[in-house]
């Protein structure tokens, strides 16, 4: 089926300003809550959500196999389960729908204002509920600057790093949508030169520039992804934040990996955008030296120009742009990273994410979080109000954003942000 | 509220051998198929399998506050997530239908036709829905055994481990209940002696015997939960194998924990055992020794005596019990764990599952995983069947039982078994 979406030229009678990220050409998926508090499945069209649920009921969708209520749930799940075949007709559909000639819909007032919000109209929701959660380690320029402060640059990178896409399994329950702020975590921790750990809140709280795709159902327990299938069961991918507490992570983390230092909170955009949106997109990936296990060989560009960029903003304050990276950094690719996860035979369900790891690129302004970017705190960074930061400050918001962008066409993921709190205090009862 | 259900003398009007691990103080939970391919949850007492959705339709638990539907679902979530307080009502009630005085269901041929399975007739599903599953490592027998392996004597145990309860994430979606067989996992290895990985087989699979608690909602995110409450989010425990592939895992681990070397699939005992069953069997555990931090604390008995055994029966072939260890030797129990896992405002939510870790006791004859009984392979089992096993051969099957026992009264949990298979083949197209 050709991909009937993607045609820079296309425009639609919702108006776009031209630095949107949501234009004809994006149609991403997300769940969100209406100004009737009922729960829907929605897209976006410039600063217009819509209302699949309502589309739907209205026959909007008629002649696509679809059950009657796969858009009024509270989660995508079932519908990526339908898989990708079924997922480009809705799309298809949805550009034809919103299509600057179509008069159908663009004339109906009445079904304009059962189907539109605007955006203060409606509250985002997690787009998916999580199964599992993994997340890779897949940037070499993170992987060797972590690897040279707590190793030494001589021990920087792991033996087994060049030849594994090393991932690790996170808590699903506490990834959180975009807007909800996230208390700073108390943990044990072992001061500098000290034998005995203590008990307080986190020093040293940062963010991670991340990526996470979200994936359909892939296998039956016992049955590997092959790479070159693997893109297939891939539904799209959202910004990430895996906060992460450095001074618990570096007390907890041996042998078994980090582990009370994530499970505070990870942050995720919205909306999802799709696999065939970011098509226009494609780019090759870093060369892989040594060339990897026959199970990790691939064929053709698997590697994506996202651009992206992470923005600390104090309360009352204005924003100061840390960094500057990229997705296509990334050492291991999507299809790699699937593949492995499910050679041993590990089965992965619809609405599974799996994140990239940090992305930082090869400069000093491209690293994706504050540990490399200001080097253990070694090299403040100086905000635009004149304060230094480390690590985040409490009542700190961090904003990452990210978009493609040709000479056609810009399709961007909007923006995770949240605000870090000062730690819970338990209420005197 | 008293618990009524756990005096030792109470008989059932079913029949229970003495040696059986299911007499009318137990009444576990689960969730199995019926021969009319019906899917509810249910109890055991003796060798019967007994439906609640069918109990409660025919109003045998009227006064108790429950939704018609409670027990006609494919997992126990719902009814965990209703709380302490209803799973005693519930657990008391079937105490009383079933006492050998109670005349009502004793008496009603026709009802005890619709609620009574013999074992034959029913298939034990996954008892929960598995949003998290985490996994601790809180033998400290177990760590110092491993630790010595890997590291040598000095350097055994990790400078955190005796203050924190290390824990890790796992893998939800390969969690798969007893009878299901498990296929040796393919992934890479590095040879003795290389510098470069293989792929293939795993030549190194094990067990490792382990058990683990389900818990309810127990906290929102951001608030932690204070040890002396954890244990009122426990709704029980069942007996765990964490199958694991030693050398995949050597490759991997570092520095992010284990990952294909585990999820490749983990399995349960079906039947959940609460820990009201539990409270006669409470025990002191170790002393811990240096003092936890505050958080850390607990006042009372809240290690629980649970002997355990494993055995390796091969195809055709006699079984050979390997092991004989028990759930006191645990350093942290679970309390500890919980309020550990929640401490930096993780939320764990009805039907995450903890594992405790290998339990390993403190004789070689006590350990809890191939690798430590044998000795990294240098101390071969003898098998009665008169072959001898390192690791776990293809066509073994592991089955881990245990129970509680005084001089009044056994509580079983039944088995977990299940068969290694040879590796996964594709079929050709």
Same mark, same amino acid.
């Given at each position: 089926?050709?991909?009937?979406?993607?045609?820079?030229?296309?425009?639609?009678?919702?108006?776009?300003?031209?630095?949107?990220?949501?234009?004809?050409?994006?149609?991403?998926?997300?769940?969100?809550?209406?100004?009737?508090?009922?729960?829907?499945?929605?897209?976006?069209?410039?600063?217009?959500?819509?209302?699949?649920?309502?589309?739907?009921?209205?026959?909007?969708?008629?002649?696509?196999?679809?059950?009657?209520?796969?858009?009024?749930?509270?989660?995508?799940?079932?519908?990526?389960?339908?898989?990708?075949?079924?997922?480009?007709?809705?799309?298809?559909?949805?550009?034809?729908?919103?299509?600057?000639?179509?008069?159908?819909?663009?004339?109906?007032?009445?079904?304009?204002?059962?189907?539109?919000?605007?955006?203060?109209?409606?509250?985002?929701?997690?787009?998916?509920?999580?199964?599992?959660?993994?997340?890779?380690?897949?940037?070499?320029?993170?992987?060797?600057?972590?690897?040279?402060?707590?190793?030494? @640059?001589?021990?920087?990178?792991?033996?087994?790093?060049?030849?594994?896409?090393?991932?690790?399994?996170?808590?699903?329950?506490?990834?959180?949508?975009?807007?909800?702020?996230?208390?700073?975590?108390?943990?044990?921790?072992?001061?500098?030169?000290?034998?005995?750990?203590?008990?307080?809140?986190?020093?040293?709280?940062?963010?991670?520039?991340?990526? @996470?795709?979200?994936?359909?159902?892939?296998?039956?327990?016992?049955?590997?992804?092959?790479?070159?299938?693997?893109?297939?069961?891939?539904?799209? =991918?959202?910004?990430?934040?895996?906060?992460?507490?450095?001074?618990?992570?570096?007390?907890?983390?041996?042998?078994?990996?980090?582990?009370? @230092?994530?499970?505070?909170?990870?942050?995720?955009?919205?909306?999802?955008?799709?696999?065939?949106?970011?098509?226009?997109?494609?780019?090759?990936?870093?060369?892989?030296?040594?060339?990897?296990?026959?199970?990790?060989?691939?064929?053709?560009?698997?590697?994506?120009?996202?651009?992206?960029?992470?923005?600390?903003?104090?309360?009352?304050?204005?924003?100061?742009?840390?960094?500057?990276?990229?997705?296509?950094? =990334?050492?291991?690719?999507?299809?790699?990273?699937?593949?492995?996860?499910?050679?041993?035979?590990?089965?992965?369900?619809?609405?599974?994410?799996?994140?990239?790891?940090?992305?930082?690129?090869?400069?000093?302004?491209?690293?994706?979080?504050?540990?490399?970017?200001?080097?253990?705190?070694?090299?403040?960074?100086?905000?635009?109000?004149?304060?230094?930061?480390?690590?985040?400050?409490?009542?700190?918001?961090?904003?990452?954003?990210?978009?493609?962008?040709?000479?056609?066409?810009?399709?961007?993921?909007?923006?995770?942000?949240?605000?870090?709190?000062?730690?819970?205090?338990?209420?005197?009862?």
């Amino acid at each position: 089926m050709p991909d009937t979406t993607n045609n820079p030229n296309r425009r639609s009678w919702i108006e776009v300003n031209s630095n949107s990220d949501f234009p004809i050409q994006n149609i991403p998926f997300g769940v969100f809550l209406t100004r009737d508090d009922v729960i829907t499945i929605g897209t976006r069209i410039g600063d217009y959500a819509i209302d699949l649920g309502a589309l739907h009921q209205l026959g909007y969708f008629d002649g696509i196999p679809l059950t009657d209520d796969i858009f009024l749930q509270d989660s995508l799940n079932d519908f990526i389960s339908d898989g990708k075949k079924t997922w480009r007709l809705v799309r298809n559909r949805i550009g034809d729908i919103f299509d600057i000639d179509n008069p159908t819909l663009r004339e109906n007032a009445e079904h304009k204002k059962i189907v539109l919000f605007t955006l203060d109209e409606i509250e985002m929701q997690l787009p998916v509920r999580i199964g599992d959660y993994t997340d890779f380690y897949s940037s070499k320029e993170h992987a060797t600057n972590v690897g040279t402060m707590f190793r030494g @640059a001589d021990n920087a990178l792991m033996p087994n790093w060049l030849h594994i896409p090393v991932g690790y399994h996170g808590r699903s329950s506490s990834i959180i949508p975009s807007g909800i702020p996230v208390h700073r975590p108390k943990g044990q921790t072992l001061p500098a030169g000290e034998d005995q750990p203590v008990f307080g809140p986190s020093k040293l709280v940062d963010f991670e520039l991340e990526m @996470a795709f979200i994936t359909t159902d892939a296998n039956l327990l016992g049955e590997p992804i092959p790479v070159d299938e693997a893109e297939d069961y891939i539904f799209g =991918m959202v910004l990430f934040n895996d906060w992460s507490a450095r001074d618990i992570q570096k007390w907890e983390y041996v042998p078994l990996g980090p582990f009370l @230092a994530k499970n505070f909170a990870s942050s995720i955009s919205p909306w999802i955008v799709t696999m065939d949106a970011l098509l226009p997109f494609r780019v090759d990936g870093p060369k892989q030296d040594p060339e990897p296990l026959p199970y990790l060989k691939f064929n053709g560009q698997k590697s994506y120009d996202i651009h992206l960029e992470v923005d600390i903003t104090p309360k009352g304050s204005e924003a100061t742009t840390v960094t500057h990276s990229n997705f296509k950094y =990334m050492y291991w690719n999507m299809a790699q990273q699937l593949a492995h996860h499910t050679i041993n035979g590990c089965n992965v369900n619809s609405g599974d994410m799996m994140g990239s790891g940090t992305i930082s690129g090869p400069t000093p302004d491209s690293y994706g979080s504050m540990l490399e970017l200001t080097w253990r705190g070694e090299k403040p960074i100086k905000m635009k109000d004149g304060s230094e930061r480390k690590f985040i400050n409490d009542h700190d918001t961090v904003t990452i954003r990210g978009y493609c962008k040709n000479d056609k066409i810009r399709i961007g993921f909007g923006e995770v942000s949240s605000e870090l709190l000062p730690p819970f205090e338990t209420k005197k009862k």
